[in-house]
């Protein structure tokens, strides 16, 4: 068990990532459906997005649904469809009084009807918010983004906006759903995987990876602030050494 008191508050993330997963495992180590999993998923997104915001983090960009999640069996993504919706609705108040501006990734178009209305209209609701910024990955695809950017960056060349020798990394990191965000410090994957499934694969190109078996519906601020603590003691050299890095 880490000593939460170890945390820097002087030294927190700017834009912490989170691949939330384990609902499935949680409901069916219990004998029960894996909605359920996801229901009791939704209390750590409540708590986690209190803790972030409390601790000083900017930016959460959470893994909520993505692009291959399609794929589930209906009733799980109908179950899905409905907890965002019910999620959306029932904390819009709190995330607008704690100041949270909430942001979408992905391809909102492909959501219900009924899920996009409520989730503009939090947007909406938020737009002027100035406290943390809370990025849900909904029908998201790390691929699909960058394919997104390209057809765009190819279409400004067309028009003759922009030439193609101007394409630098600033104009890819401007065409994505992130644009004006800096990219991920952490990146927090529960449920043990070791892989990204295709979550963020331009961002993440330098976070720092930590990876817990703690499954979702279990991993609360406690399990977030060890996770802070492990990226404290992480050096983070973008290819210096480690000699270079100490010195500067
Ligand atoms: C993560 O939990 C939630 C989503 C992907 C929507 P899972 O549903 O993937 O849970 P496991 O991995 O099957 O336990
Ligand atoms: C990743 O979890 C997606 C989300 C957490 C939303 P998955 O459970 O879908 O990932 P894989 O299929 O095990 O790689
Ligand atoms: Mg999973």
């Not at 979408?104 to 943390?132: H, M």
């Not at 519906?217 to 996770?227: E, H, Q, T």
């Amino acid at each position: 068990m880490t000593d939460t008191t170890e945390l820097d508050l002087g030294n927190i993330p700017t834009n912490v990532a989170i691949i939330m997963d384990g609902n499935g495992r949680w409901a069916q180590n219990r004998g029960l459906p894996r909605p359920v999993g996801h229901k009791h998923g939704v209390e750590s997104v409540q708590d986690i997005v209190r803790a972030a915001a409390k601790l000083g983090v900017k930016i959460l960009t959470l893994y909520a649904f993505s692009t291959e999640n399609w794929n589930r069996p209906p009733l799980e993504v109908q179950a899905l469809m409905g907890l965002l919706k019910t999620f959306l609705q029932n904390e819009l108040k709190t995330i607008t009084d704690n100041n949270v501006c909430l942001k979408c990734l992905g391809q909102k178009e492909r959501l219900p009807n009924e899920v996009r209305q409520v989730l503009d209209n939090a947007i909406a609701q938020t737009a002027d918010n100035n406290g943390l910024i809370l990025n849900l990955a909904l029908s998201y695809g790390g691929r699909n983004e960058i394919v997104r950017a390209v057809q765009q960056i190819a279409a400004e060349c067309r028009q003759g906006l922009i030439k193609p020798e101007e394409i630098d990394d600033a104009l890819v990191s401007a065409h994505l759903d992130t644009a004006g965000q800096p990219d991920p410090d952490l990146l927090i994957r529960t449920g043990g995987e070791s892989r990204l499934s295709n979550f963020l694969l331009w961002q993440l190109s330098y976070a720092e990876i930590y990876i817990t078996d703690t499954l979702w519906p279990d991993f609360r601020k406690n399990d977030f602030i060890s996770a802070l603590i492990d990226f404290q003691n992480r050096q983070r050299r973008f290819g210096k050494t480690s000699k270079q890095v100490t010195e500067s």
